[in-house]
């Protein structure tokens, strides 16, 4: 089992910047991959980024490259997702989520994801 917890998110005008933090516990040397989602009202959650744990290429969604940017610090057992130029349309609950089998890590599907945190509401006010 692996636990995630999600820190960081908040309220921010447009333009700022939030730091999110997801820190790992249980079963961390197994986890192959991390990403991170959000998810708006009424909408499906969606890719934002991900890693693999061990890896540096970073992937993102189109709708944050530039702007976002995901790292590890391994360590500590935490990824952090920092967030630039931020607008209301990043607005949603903000989950990280663990792949513990490197074969089914689909990097922007939710389904091949194994744990998840509980979300952290970022709310971006114009």
Do not use: H
Not at 21 to 41: L, V
Not at 75 to 103: F, H, I, R, W
Not at 106 to 114: G, H, L
């Amino acid at each position: 089992q692996v636990q995630l917890v999600e820190s960081g998110g908040g309220l921010v005008q447009a333009g700022g910047s939030l730091r999110l933090s997801c820190a790992a516990s249980g079963r961390t040397s197994s986890i192959y991959a991390m990403g991170w989602f959000r998810q708006a009202p009424g909408k499906e959650r969606e890719f934002v980024a991900a890693k693999r744990w061990n890896g540096v290429t970073p992937y993102y969604a189109d709708s944050v490259k530039g702007r976002f940017t995901i790292s590890s610090d391994n360590a500590k057992n935490t990824v952090y997702l920092q967030m630039n130029s931020l607008k209301p349309e990043d607005t949603g609950v903000y989950y990280c989520a663990a792949n513990l089998y490197g074969s089914t890590w689909r990097r922007v599907e939710v389904r091949s994801y194994d744990y998840w945190g509980q979300g952290t509401q970022v709310t971006v006010s114009s």
